[in-house]
């Protein structure tokens, strides 16, 4: 999967940058993920490749409190 970050909203100052991370508004980032660029800027992305199960939670970096699952509790992430 890859995430577009060049929007304005996604800058690291006073922006809210996407994280993926292993729990709910957690700070341990999430395996399998590589940044491209700066957020906020043309051409920032995210690129990620989900494991074979588990959920992945995505929040703000800047903000306590703004994440939420990526996928639903329970239900496997397949990789095709």
Not at 4 to 30: C, E, I, K, M, R
Not at 50 to 62: H, L
Not at 68 to 73: A, I, L, R, V
């Amino acid at each position: 999967y890859t995430f577009d970050l060049s929007d304005s909203s996604n800058a690291t100052n006073g922006g809210h940058p996407l994280q993926l991370v292993t729990t709910f508004n957690g700070s341990t980032l999430y395996l399998n993920q590589s940044t491209d660029g700066t957020a906020g800027t043309a051409g920032a992305k995210v690129i990620f490749t989900p494991q074979a199960t588990g959920t992945v939670f995505i929040k703000c970096s800047n903000h306590a409190g703004m994440g939420s699952n990526y996928n639903s509790p329970g239900i496997p992430v397949k990789i095709i």
